[in-house]
């Protein structure tokens, strides 16, 4: 076996101290890589809830914004995420870049994104797609395909070429995260794992290596 010489401090913070005190850093700097390495979104994240029971669920969805306070990413209200993410108020991410063999890990509390927020993304969508968050009563049963496409035509109509308003039941959410870890596939299964924790959004980071 081939003896580590590497910090695994290193690999992962490419050399800069900064880093050590700030992980939105070292993430916006694989978001970047990523972003040259993987052919389809590289903004996809795995969204993990649980239910009133404790159940929990897990889909892909698409993160939309990093800012100052979290990971930024929209849903329908009603669907059964945004029911779970609304009752729960908390939730987990984990990003995973094959090509780049890495992958983040995030939890945290989240909260509605403001109204205006939500609307200058939503004008910034597609029409098809803010025709659909219409549409869609997502989650919900469907009888037919005809039926989801009767509701796109009956938008369509509707709203004809004018403005197409934010649905009410259509918004967004921040996840302010509490621990994010970092992990980067080494030889021999033994990773890198560089874990940042903090008891709350106003608290200072704390990090930490972990066995792989």
Known sequence: MSKITKDPF????????????????????????????????????????????????????????????????YTNYESTKGRELLGQGKAALCFHWKSLRRQVR????????????????????????????????????????F????????????????TIPRPAHWSGFCLTPVSIEFWHDRPFRLHDRLQFTRENAGAPWTHRRLYP
């Open 147 to 162: 039926a989801l496409e009767k509701e796109v035509a009956k938008y369509t109509a509707k709203f004809g070429l004018g």
């Open 10 to 73: 290193e690999e992962l913070t490419k050399g800069d101290p900064v880093n050590l005190t700030d992980p939105f850093h070292i993430f916006s700097e694989w978001v970047v890589d990523a972003e040259a390495a993987e052919i389809n979104d590289p903004n996809a994240m795995s969204l993990a809830t649980v239910d009133e029971t404790g159940m929990p669920n897990v889909r892909v969805v698409l993160l939309k914004e990093i800012d100052p306070e979290g990971f930024v990413f």
């Open 106 to 145: 995030v939890r945290g509390p989240v909260a509605p994104v403001a109204d205006e927020v939500a609307d200058a993304y939503y004008a910034s969508r597609a029409r098809g797609s803010r025709i659909g968050a219409w549409a869609s009563k997502q989650s919900r049963p469907l009888e037919s395909r």
